[in-house]
């Protein structure tokens, strides 16, 4: 018989020796449903506060929720009252250093949340003002390492003023190259360099319109990186929808159609990553599944891994230490865990969890462990 001290001695001795293959890491997806009576939708984007609270945005029942670990808080729009959350629609969150939630919303302009007073204040898009938010419709929130506030919107970038409360416009103007691409922001990122990257296009919008844009803060003006049928090295497609730059250094873009780029910010030039059916291993979006699939997400785990969000075919997970791909999705026995078809928005939290939300209206707490040893 083999106890379990004598087994312990073969592991350590096969390890000292190097007869140990590898470890085997699972994968394990969490679901997280709700608490204390209240059940959560379809959750758009997620940030965690100061004190370490996690919020959503929760498109299904029209409002943000705080889940501190222990209970769920709602916060619903109330027409009655006007300091309760502005709009119906919440889009994007976006938490600050010094305890303000933002919240922008899909046709109700932009919130800000001061959570110890519990007191909002709403900026709606003004004809009549030239100072107000350009458009109703808001994408992203960004605060920079400069403690900037950019806000995206279907009516182009705006940077935020928080002491006169007004907004400064980047709109796309089709007399200007040095202007952004396109009005309609689907991505703001800000890379280790500080540099403002934006993404534009709407993958539904029946046009070529989008890019992807480089912010001179210098200047206020951009450097456009759009589609070339011509060019190899350009963008496969104009819907930029996702930029993350991973612990390496390296920029990736995720856009429309079989479109993972990554990016030499040096010289401009984009290399892209096609899906190989013959090598499904390999870096790249998983196969195409809908004529609007286009890639939602590009993130890191704490182990170093990129994980891949797709809107119409799950996730996949890029190892670059053993350079190997895993998919996972409703009919993937990668894991019997992740029961949906998509990816809409991940977020890395505190003590490196990976947070990740569905169109499916599932939200994932992802558990990295590894889970046995294999000889």
């Known amino acids: 018989m083999v106890t379990n001290l004598s087994r312990h001695f073969i592991i350590f001795f096969l390890f000292v020796t190097g007869y140990i293959a590898a470890q085997t890491q699972e994968i394990k997806f969490n679901l997280v449903n709700g608490m204390n009576g209240i059940f959560l939708g379809k959750i758009n984007s997620i940030t965690q506060d100061k004190d370490g609270a996690m919020w ?125 691409s396109d009005n309609k922001i689907r991505a703001l990122y800000e890379d280790h360099e500080g540099i403002i990257w934006v993404g534009a296009g709407m993958p539904w919008d029946q046009n070529d319109n989008g890019g992807l844009n480089r912010f001179d803060r210098k200047n206020g003006t951009f450097t456009r990186y759009v589609h070339d049928p011509n060019n190899q090295n350009s963008l496969i497609n104009n819907k930029v929808r996702a930029i993350f730059e991973d612990s390496k250094g390296t920029l990736w873009i995720g856009t429309m159609g079989d479109g993972l780029h990554s990016m030499d910010r040096s010289t401009g030039t984009i290399t892209r990553h096609p899906y190989d059916p013959y090598h499904p291993e390999r870096l790249s979006r998983p196969s195409l599944k809908s004529e609007y699939d286009h890639i939602t997400f590009i993130t890191e785990d704490a182990e170093k891994c990129l994980w891949i969000g797709t809107y119409s075919n799950g996730l996949l997970r890029y190892n670059p230490e053993t350079q190997k791909a895993i998919h996972y999705n409703n009919k993937n026995s990668a894991s019997l865990d992740f029961k949906d078809e998509s990816g809409w928005a991940a977020y890395t939290s505190t003590g490196g969890w990976l947070w990740i939300t569905t169109q499916e209206a599932n939200l994932y707490k992802v558990d990295l462990s590894i889970s046995k040893v294999d000889f």
């Open 56 to 180: 959503f945005s929760d498109q299904t029942n029209r409002c943000i929720t705080q889940y501190d670990g222990n209970k769920m808080t709602r916060y619903l729009h109330d027409p009655k009252n006007p300091n309760s959350l502005g709009g119906y629609y919440p889009e994007c969150l976006y938490a600050d250093t010094s305890g303000i939630i933002w919240v922008g919303f899909y046709g109700f302009g932009l919130d800000r949340f001061k959570t110890s007073t519990k007191s909002f204040t709403h900026f709606r898009h003004d004809p009549e003002d030239s100072t107000s938010i350009s458009n109703d419709t808001v994408s992203n929130i960004l605060i920079d390492h400069q403690k900037n506030i950019w806000i995206g919107t279907h009516g182009g970038l705006n940077l935020f003023d928080p002491v006169t409360g007004t907004f400064k416009h980047f709109v796309h103007d089709p007399t200007d190259l040095n202007s952004l």
